[in-house]
């Protein structure tokens, strides 16, 4: 069975259609199924180009070496998991009580899970690949930073006064429920987004103590 499609670019102001792919984003985007599909060893140039429909050799042309296509890869899974996660709707001038901020990532963890799924898979098999190359390593740890700094300035203004160890619990939260329902021993049991919710709130509550009503 073929994979999801990934997310599609959003229409641009005014337009009735989304914008054509650039090249770029077709090589990447058919890296990201292949890697959805196959995993790892299913993602070559020559697979990339059959994928995409392109002629023998764009991918080369575009990512000369398998380290270019796999930090091709990165990229754009950020590009579309900012659209999934959204982690710049989060509100972190204190204005959002902890009940807020619980639902607030809920929702977007349950758009994840339940409208992405592949796109989790490519997740961890980039995780994977980027322990085994440090260059892949660093460029994966960069990419990742526009998810963590917003949960770290979320719990600036929920009151933390340890902001990197409560912001590490938030993700290993997260991290941990996306692998358990996406490829873990939950896959076929999605929690739904209010049940979601319930166990960031509680999560939350534990780490700051019970917010003043």
Known sequence: ??????????ASPGSSRPPSPSRAELVADAALALLAERGMRGLTHRAVDERAGLPQGSTSNHARTREALLE???RRLAE???RVLAPGALRTDGSEGQDEAAAGLASALHRYLTGSPELLVCRYELALEATRRPALRVFYDEAGRRFREPLVALMAAAGSAELERHAL???????GMMFACAVGSYHRTVPTEAELRTGCAELLRGLLGTAEG
């Open 1 to 10: 069975m073929p994979p999801r499609p990934t997310p599609k670019a959003p």
């Open 80 to 82: 579309l998991e900012a």
């Open 72 to 74: 091709a890869a990165v």
């Open 169 to 175: 619990s938030v993700v290993a939260w997260a991290e």
